[in-house]
């Protein structure tokens, strides 16, 4: 985004914000519906973070409806490593977002393995691998989550490099549930957070690939 826009779309989240907080106060002593809370809200932390998106890039999907995220990550290990990791599916120790993650089925390489992972806000999510490309990368797609997210999102995986060093890539194709309400959240909350999550689950496996190497 160059400068210019930028501060067209900066001016707007600003102008967005104090129209909102005047509509939602009104709106909310008439009603205390999820629906007012979730405008008068949801602008507040738009404003917050609609400057940049400093995790991962966002875009829309090619899948209607659904949002894009990607990122890349350099790591200085060998790929054949690198791959190594990323193939043992049941072990996301090296990311403190998981507490444990664990197979369901009794299929352990390739596809249509399918893990559990409890995550560290109570949540889980399951994933299961529909694309297998041993050694370059992989698709999972969720089976099931307790959060927000729809049972049709997936994630692409990709693993490019040497001996010498990598390229770990991932693009995230995901929904929200709740229609029309998941849509607001998406656009308000969910991209800056889960962009933010994203860069920082790479990052810890870029550290753990590196200390691992």
């Avoid at 690198?82 to 444990?100: H, K, M, P, Q, R």
């Avoid at 010498?164 to 194709?173: A, D, E, F, L, R």
């Avoid at 029309?180 to 909350?189: C, S």
Wanted: aromatic residues 14%; glycine residues 8%; charged residues 25%.
């Amino acid at each position: 985004m160059n400068i210019i826009k930028h501060n067209n779309f900066s001016r707007y989240c600003l102008y967005l914000f104090f129209k909102t907080k005047l509509i939602g106060a009104n709106a909310m002593k008439k009603s205390k519906s999820i629906f007012s809370i979730i405008i008068t809200f949801g602008f507040i932390f738009s404003f917050m973070g609609c400057s940049t998106m400093g995790g991962a890039r966002v875009s829309d999907s090619h899948k209607p409806g659904k949002t894009k995220m990607h990122y890349k990550v350099k790591i200085n290990a060998p790929k054949s490593e690198v791959w190594d990791i990323l193939a043992d599916y049941d072990n996301l120790s090296w990311t403190e977002g998981v507490i444990d993650a664990y197979y369901i089925g009794k299929i352990r390489n390739g596809k249509g393995m399918t893990r559990h992972c409890n995550l560290d806000d109570g949540g889980y999510v399951v994933e299961r691998i529909v694309a297998w490309d041993k050694g370059n990368g992989f698709t999972y797609i969720i089976v099931d989550a307790s959060g927000p997210l729809s049972n049709d999102s997936y994630a692409i995986w990709t693993v490019r490099g040497n001996e010498k060093q990598s390229t770990v890539g991932i693009k995230i194709h995901y929904e929200l549930k709740y229609g029309i309400i998941g849509d607001m959240m998406n656009t308000l909350m969910a991209k800056k957070k889960f962009s933010d999550s994203i860069a920082e689950f790479m990052d810890e496996f870029k550290v753990y690939a590196e200390k691992k190497s």
